[in-house]
């Protein structure tokens, strides 16, 4: 009867415990939008996220890649943002300040305890920000003395490392020319690229030729034409 009795005030101890550890156990923070595997046409997305009960928001990180810490954050070297929050903030919603390039992103929020103050932090979640490109224009200068026409290309992309390419062909496609530039895009801005063509012998003074130009950005392309007579 004894032990009947020793066995049934353990199993309540257990519950007791359970019951406890179950009431101080915190989740952590859900990702909500840009949703998992997203793709994004801004390069300023807008981030938001649910809290558990008694949870506040502590932090949020973008990285270019998804390993974590033992204790659930980004390796700093693979961070490209992050924000923090003070108590007195506690929100649902971020934006970051400067435009993110394109390519595919992870991102996950740190949760504080408020009786704790413990942080915890939210499963990677991945996201894509859709790569551009764009010419915006063309400046011809013409040095017939000397057989000499240059381009200035003038571009746009939200990639890291844009290819800008310009050619000279005949209107039957024969190509006479070409050179290609490996730019630094810069969000927001236009670039510009510069090219000289010297057009050789076998290029018939006056003749039409047309100049291509193309910019390429992670898999997206844009190109322009243009017929110019040569020098």
Request: aromatic share 12%; proline share 6%.
């Amino acid at each position: 009867m004894r032990r009947l009795r020793v066995g049934i005030l353990q199993a309540s101890c257990a519950a007791l415990a359970a019951g406890v550890f179950a009431l101080t156990a915190w989740g952590t923070a859900t990702p909500t939008s840009p949703a998992s595997g997203a793709v994004l046409k801004t390069s300023h997305p807008v981030f938001t996220w649910t809290l558990p009960a008694g949870e506040s928001s502590e932090s949020i990180y973008i990285a270019s890649k998804p390993d974590t810490t033992p204790e659930g954050k980004f390796f700093d070297e693979n961070v490209v943002d992050s924000d923090f929050f003070f108590s007195d903030q506690d929100p649902r919603q971020w934006s970051p300040t400067s435009p993110l390039y394109a390519g595919r992103r992870w991102w996950i929020v740190g949760a504080r305890n408020n009786e704790t103050y413990d942080t915890t932090f939210s499963t990677p979640s991945a996201f894509t920000i859709a790569p551009t490109a764009k010419i915006v224009g063309v400046s011809v200068r013409r040095y017939s003395f000397l057989r000499n026409v240059d381009f200035t290309v003038r571009w746009n992309s939200n990639a890291r490392r844009p290819i800008v390419e310009a050619s000279i062909s005949t209107l039957s496609g024969i190509r006479r020319w070409s050179a290609r530039s490996v730019e630094y895009g810069s969000i927001g801005e236009v670039g510009s690229s510069f090219f000289s063509w010297y057009a050789a012998r076998r290029v018939r003074k006056g003749s039409l030729v047309r100049f291509r130009a193309t910019i390429r950005a992670q898999g997206a392309s844009a190109t322009l034409t243009r017929k110019l007579r040569a020098p």
